[in-house]
C-alpha cells in the first residue's frame, strides 16, 4: 500500500519518465557512451549494473597477470576490447582482445598515476584517460588522437549529455573538453581556488579522506546535465555529496545546485543515479549507505550497513543496492522503499571482497573469500541471496577492484594484485 505522501515522488518519476520517452523520440542518439560498459561503473550514472543476462554458470575462459597493482575495473568497446589500466612504470595503458585476453597494444603516454582511471569509450571508439599530467585521447589502435594539460589526478571522467568529456580532479578542478580536439568548452572551475597538486597525498583518494578533496567518480545525469560528486571542502568536519549543472547551449556555464555534508569519516563510494534519476545513493566511512533527492540534495534515508566498504556500490534499475566488500563484511541488499532502506538479505556465510555486479536477469557476480587470500567468483541470485555458482580465482588474488560485464556475457575480475579473469558459460 502507497500514502499520500508517496504521490509527489511518484508524480515527479511519471513526469520524469515521459520526458525522457519525449526526449529519447527526439534526440535519439544523445547518449554517446560507447555500448556496452564503456565507463568505469559501467555508465554515465555510476550503476555497476549491466543490461546484459550474465551466465549462471562459470568457466574460466582466460586470465593475465600484470607486473602492477589494479585499481578499478576495466571497460570494453564495442568490438569486445578490454582496456584495462595498471601501476606498471611502462606501459600503464593496455588494450586486450576480450576473446583471448591477448595484448593487443599498450601505452606509455601515460604515467603511473593513470591507474587511478579506467578509460572512458565514446561511441565513435575514442578512449579518453588521463593521468598527472594531461587527459588524453586515442583511437582504438593506440594512436595518441589529442593531450589537454590539466592541473591534478581525476578518478576517472564521464561524457556529458552533449558527449563533452567532463571530469574533476583530485585537488578539485572540474574541467570539461571537447571528445574531438580536447579544447575546454569552458574554463576550468576550481572548487578549491589555488590549490596545487600534491603527489604524496594521492595515496588518501583510496580511502576518501580530507587529502583527496575530490576522491570519486561524478555521476552524471544524461537527461538534465546535473553532475554529482563527493568533495571534503578544506577544514570542513566532514565529506559532502555535491551537485552542479552543466548548460551546453551556445555560451556553456557550470552552475552550483546544492551540497548536503552527510558523510562523516569521508566517501566510501562513487554516487550512483537511480534509473528514473530521482535518487542518488552513496555511502559515507562510518558504516552507512545514504539516498538522497537528487534535484535539492534531501537526505532522504540513511541505512547502517556496518562497515565502510572498500569501493562503490552496484544499483539495479529497481533500486536494490548491493555495497562492496570492506573488512569482515558480509555479502547484502538494500532494497530502497521509498521513505526507508530495507534489508533485502544478506549472507553472513559469504564474506564480501568486491563490487558484486547486478545483470539483467537478477544476477549479481560477487568476489567471496575463500580463506585466506584466497577468492571466489559467486553467481547470487539477487532476489533471494541464492548462491547458483562458484569458481574459484586461481591464485592469490586478495581483493576484486571492480567487476565488469561485456556485451557478450563475460565477466571480468581484477584483483588488486594485478590479475585479470574473464569467465564465460561452459561450452
Request: glycine content about 12%; charged content about 15%; proline content about 7%.
Amino acid at each position: 500500500m502507497t500514502s499520500a505522501a508517496d504521490a509527489p515522488r511518484r508524480l515527479r518519476r511519471l513526469s520524469r519518465i515521459a520526458g525522457a520517452i519525449a526526449m529519447t523520440v527526439g534526440l535519439a542518439g544523445c547518449n554517446l557512451f560507447g555500448p556496452g560498459w564503456s565507463s568505469v561503473h559501467a555508465d554515465g550514472s555510476n550503476s555497476d549494473y549491466s543490461p546484459v543476462a550474465g551466465p549462471t554458470r562459470l568457466a574460466l575462459a582466460w586470465q593475465k597477470t600484470f607486473a602492477g597493482r589494479i585499481n578499478l575495473g576495466p571497460t570494453v568497446d564495442r568490438e569486445g576490447r578490454v582496456y584495462v589500466t595498471t601501476g606498471t612504470a611502462t606501459c600503464p595503458l593496455h588494450a586486450l582482445d576480450g576473446a583471448t585476453g591477448a595484448e593487443l597494444w599498450c601505452s606509455s603516454e601515460v604515467n603511473q598515476f593513470a591507474a587511478m582511471s579506467s578509460p572512458v569509450i565514446d561511441v565513435d571508439g575514442r578512449v579518453f584517460l588521463a593521468d598527472s599530467v594531461a587527459m588524453h585521447a586515442f583511437d582504438h589502435d593506440g594512436k595518441v588522437l589529442w593531450e589537454t594539460p590539466i592541473k591534478g589526478v581525476p578518478l576517472s571522467a564521464q561524457l556529458t549529455p552533449n558527449g563533452r568529456v567532463v571530469f574533476i580532479t583530485n585537488i578539485g578542478v572540474v574541467y570539461v573538453l571537447r571528445r574531438e580536439d580536447g579544447a575546454a568548452v569552458l574554463p576550468p572551475y576550481e572548487l578549491i581556488p589555488g590549490a596545487t597538486f600534491d603527489p604524496s597525498k594521492v595515496s588518501a583518494c583510496g580511502l576518501g579522506t580530507a587529502d583527496c578533496p575530490v576522491a570519486n567518480t561524478p555521476s552524471v545525469d544524461l537527461e538534465t546535465g546535473t553532475i554529482s560528486f563527493t568533495f571534503w571542502a578544506p577544514g570542513a568536519a566532514q565529506a559532502s555529496l555535491r551537485a552542479m549543472r552543466i548548460s551546453e547551449g551556445p555560451t556553456p556555464t557550470l552552475t552550483a545546485l546544492w551540497t548536503n555534508d552527510s558523510l562523516p569519516g569521508g566517501s566510501a563510494s562513487s554516487p550512483d543515479l537511480s534509473a528514473d534519476g530521482t535518487r542518488i545513493y552513496v555511502n559515507d566511512n562510518a558504516g552507512a549507505i545514504h539516498a538522497l533527492d537528487a534535484a535539492t540534495g534531501r537526505s532522504i534515508w540513511s541505512f547502517p550497513i556496518g562497515y565502510a566498504p572498500f569501493g562503490s556500490q552496484s544499483t539495479s534499475p529497481q533500486g536494490l543496492l548491493m555495497p562492496a566488500g570492506g573488512i569482515g563484511s558480509p555479502l547484502l541488499a538494500v532494497q530502497d522503499d521509498g521513505d526507508h532502506g530495507t534489508l533485502r538479505w544478506k549472507r553472513t556465510d559469504l564474506q564480501n571482497r568486491g563490487i558484486p555486479t547486478q545483470t539483467a536477469g537478477g544476477r549479481s557476480y560477487a568476489t567471496i573469500s575463500a580463506g585466506g587470500q584466497l577468492n571466489d567468483l559467486v553467481v547470487v541470485d539477487t532476489a533471494t541471496g541464492a548462491e547458483l555458482d562458484r569458481a574459484p580465482l586461481p591464485g592469490t588474488s586478495i581483493f576484486s577492484v571492480g567487476t565488469t560485464v561485456g556485451q557478450d556475457g563475460t565477466v571480468l575480475v581484477p584483483t588488486i594484485n594485478g590479475h585479470l579473469y574473464a569467465y564465460r558459460a561452459p561450452a
